[in-house]
């Protein structure tokens, strides 16, 4: 059984603490991403503001902070600004949800976890939207199109994927589903599921190779084009705050969350938690290094013609082994 | 005095022709290059194009170039006909490996000629170019508006009395009223275009992609109409890069307009200068000797190889992967580590002269090529691993952008945009230049002309040019690395404290410039992305008279719109990507 904490902390502290964390580590992962990307890409990447260069982090944000804060003259001003800021509070409540241990969890028990998440990031869609829209811009407006296309269908394969794991359980709670995997992580069952839902996450975070509402080869930037400073900083530590997110997912959901032998330390839990999760954000970042982009319409039938069915085929097929066994 | 035609027993096409049109006062002029040119009146200019086109058996199906030359101040003429322009039109025929010249004698201050945009597609943007800079009218022309620059430019820059240099213009000044009016030019108009804003019920979007979008490879702009995404329209506008570089080349001397040429095709480096200083060398009548034909090619091939390169990373990278353009970077630096050390310089060495190379060959250069060749063909075994064989990127690229033979000829297509189609014409095989013909090489050619193709095309070329340099490593020939030839710039000086002959030639040629004598070349390569010529006009002076480039990549652009029709906006980066340009070899 996990270890408890030594000590008791308030919900409050816990709350503040988990959401510093997660965007502290967002902003952390700029760097991260870009260091690894550079040792793959046979090149350096920043290394030269403080140890490792991990000053470049605190460099950037002074930088993105001191920039003119611009918005278009033909842009819709009001929308414009709101829409940035949507994306960081959706994906920020969505980790509400994340049962990071059984006790460092803001809502990790919450019968209703992982419909929240389904919620949340799917609003995240109108950050983007609207962010596109209001612009006012030929090149935002089809990254605009592809970015509500794209999180739309892949909502409905991500929530299918998860379907399985929920089954599987019998509860919505993520705090349960974790318990659940005590004997077997998810990811050997659910392996399909798995699967369809890291392409999904992957296609939801808008992240190289599926990062088509920006695809800056086609359409310069996508849906930000007309986006400086901090407003575009928004965006931008949004999409990284929703790769820890999914890489939490992922591990909740498919790698046993916070389990592992603990040989006895209270803190082991946090330590697997972190690493599991760490090496998501790192394939993450290897994919981005790897693979190509599709095209926007083969990717969207790739969606539709083969997620969709191969989903369903897991949710009946998991459906029917646990009626089976539960009868 | 050159007879006309039907005075002397002409062979070859020239006879044909006479055949064909008996009695007409066609005049045929000698050239340095052994060209058949002949001068055709204007009115029987369309009657002979098409013939040459259609019924010559073969025919000269490409229309190679097509420019003009400002006659005015021309003095050697010797028997030309009397003109104030004339425009010059460059027919190549693949199956009777040759060429033909056709000349136009135009007069007056606003000539005009037909066009013959009706005959040949790629026409249309020649003779828009000769419009523009020579103020020279096509008749019949669809779209006759200025191409190179900007619309509200006032005269035709490449006239004899257009100035060359800022300090004989009004000096330049950009207030408020004058960049509205030129933001105003430089607005679409689609129906100037031929695109529809609004269908029978839907609404198309006009979007203006460049002139600086990341994946344009430079300033160049196409205006499409869309569909969604797919495109229904495309009208590429070029001219954003235009340097004037044919300008230039009427204002340096011989030698010193040198440097220009590594700058059109920016990444060919020093196989720029090759056709130049070919064109200039068979005038004065240089024999080049064999180490530096030698060395000439091998250095070519070493920029055929990081032009490559180039083109594979960011290839790879338009169509979406992030990360093989950086190896392909550092494999291209180890080429140009190569280059620095035999050259000095990287990208641009300029390092070809008149009748040789700069240099002989540094001590230990073989030991550097060598590692370069041992070096770089596992790396291409790994990029094909990483980017060709990758199913995503077969996907984007396979069947998109397709055009066969027959459409690259019509186009002007040239280099391995045609053999992508499986067209085996390569100009270093079909007729070998500076040593050409000692190297064992093989043609690569694709199947279907498709973007992939283009791409799998210029891999292997890459092999075949390695090739080619550890031939030249192999054989490399003893002996001087330029002609001892009084107009070799800077001649060999080795006796220059005993013989007074090479102590002028250098004090001539580097005061005055080598002297050219008068006379018309056109000199070809196969470089790096097509075929570059170099058609040189000297009037016996140290400056060029006019100086005319023709670059693949002009062609090439101009077919985008015929390839991109009813495709989406990612396969048009793609295409454009996989057609291999540079806005300076575009522009010039």
Known sequence: MTPALPFVLPQWLITVAILLAVVGLAAVLIWVERRALGIWQDRWGPNRVWFLGIGQVAADMIKIFMKDDWVPPFADRAVFVIAPSIVMITILLAVAVVPFTPELTIAGDWNIGVLFFLGMTSLAVYSVMLGGWSSNSKYAMLGTLRASAQSISYEVFMGLALLGVVIQTGSFSLKD???AQQDLWFVVPQALGFLIFMIAGLAETHRLPLDLPEAEHELTAGFHTEYSGMKFGMFFVGEYVAVVLVSAMLTTLFFGGWLGPTFGFWFMPIVWFAAKTGAFILFFVLLRAAIPRPRFDQFMGFGWKVLLPLSLLNVVVTGAIVVGKGS | MSPALKERRADGILGELHTRFPGESFVEQKTADGIPTVWVPAGKLLAVMKYLKLDAKPGYRMLYDLTAVDERL????????????????????????????????????????PSLSGLWLNANWYEREAWDLFGIKFDGHPHLVRIMMPRTWQGHPLRKDHPARATEMERFTMDEAKMYREQEALRIKPEEWGMQVQGEDNDFMVLNLGPNHPSVHGVFRVMLQLDGEEIVQAAPDIGYHHRGAEKMGERQSWHTYIPYTDRIDYLGGVMNNLPYLMAVEKMAGIQVPPRAQTIRVMLSEFFRITSHLLFYGTFVQDVGSMSPVFYMFVDRQKAYDVIEAITGFRMHPAWFRIGGVAADLPKGWDRLVREFLDFMPKRLLDYEKMALRNTILKKRCIGIGRYNAEEAIEWGVTGPNLRATGYEWDYRKARPYSGYENFEFDIPTGKNGDVYDRCLVRVEEIRQSLRIIEQCLNNMPEGDYKARHPLTTPPIKDNTMQDIETLIHHFLNVSWGPVIPAGECSMTVEATKGLNSYYLTSDGGTMSYRTRIRTPSFAHLQQIPYISRGLMVPDLIAIIA????????VDR
């Open chain 2, 578 to 585: 996989s057609i291999d340009f540079v806005m300076a070899d």
């Open chain 2, 74 to 113: 021309r003095q050697n003429r010797n028997g030309l006909p009397k003109a104030d322009f004339s425009v010059v039109y460059h027919l190549m025929s693949f199956e009777r490996n040759s060429d033909i010249r056709v000349k136009v004698a135009l007069e007056g201050e606003s000539p005009s000629v």
């Open chain 1, 177 to 179: 589903i974790v318990l």
